[in-house]
């Protein structure tokens, strides 16, 4: 049986005991695709940072964090039994430097918080790929797209990447659509219509498939 590891959603940073830093990812592609990979028989490990969404499917495992390191710490402990990656979660790329103990007061008319880089989920994983295993990746950018997409696909190492394009009306964040373009590693490029997220799913879970199928083993 295939095995999928999925990040999805955003993360959460805390910056005191009440306060954190997060973004506005909803998690629904990411779910979309567990529940297109399960469809098709494999048994999915959904590795989620905090969302509103549920998911009851007996093929899939929800592994719920808050933060980049414990997607982290979720995402390297599974990948090596998976042999699909999937990283649709929306990381956040800086987190506090440290957590305030206690809640920070109101006191100055200015406030800076030092942040750090947190670590990079798919590229660090990616140097760590067997080449039977298969990472797919995902680049939400709003400018020159392909290039900055060609360059992630490289950096961290994947198969393939899902770009989304902030410019295309109805795709990317909060949506139940979206349009995205579709680059492999061997410099294969398909687009996309708008369409539901589940479709799109079911699409991109047809491209693994088939990528799959075509590596000799
Ligand atoms: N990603 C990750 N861990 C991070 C940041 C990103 O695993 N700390 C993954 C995302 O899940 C996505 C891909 O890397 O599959 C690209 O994410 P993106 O935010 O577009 O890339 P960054 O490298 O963070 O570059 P930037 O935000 O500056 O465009
Ligand atoms: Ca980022």
Do not use: C
Not at 8 to 21: K, M
Not at 51 to 72: F, G, K, N, R, W
Not at 99 to 105: G, R
């Amino acid at each position: 049986m295939m095995r999928v590891l999925i990040t999805a959603g955003p993360t959460y940073e805390p910056i005191d005991p009440v306060r954190f830093i997060g973004n506005r990812s909803t998690g629904k592609m990411g779910y979309a695709l567990a529940e297109a990979f399960a469809a098709r028989g494999a048994d999915v490990m959904l590795v989620s940072g905090p969302t509103q969404l549920q998911l009851q499917h007996p093929l899939i495992e929800v592994i719920a964090v808050q933060t980049a390191d414990e997607m982290y710490a979720a995402a390297t402990r599974i990948a090596p039994q998976a042999d699909v990656w999937v990283f649709a979660a929306a990381v956040a790329d800086y987190k506090p430097k440290s957590m305030a103990v206690n809640k920070i007061k109101k006191e100055g008319d200015t406030l800076t918080l030092e942040l750090v880089k947190n670590v990079d989920i798919a590229a660090t994983l990616g140097h760590l790929k067997r080449p039977e295993q298969f990472s797919v990746g995902f680049a939400l950018e709003t400018n020159d797209e392909e290039t900055h997409a060609r360059a992630k696909l490289q950096r961290k190492n994947f198969d393939l990447i899902v770009l989304n394009s902030l410019r295309d009306a109805g795709a990317g964040f909060g949506h139940d659509t979206n349009k995205v373009t579709l680059l492999t590693a061997g410099g294969q490029m398909t687009i996309f219509d708008l369409k539901p997220k589940a479709e799109v799913a079911r699409d991109i879970v047809q491209t693994v498939l088939a990528s799959l199928s075509a590596i000799p083993t």
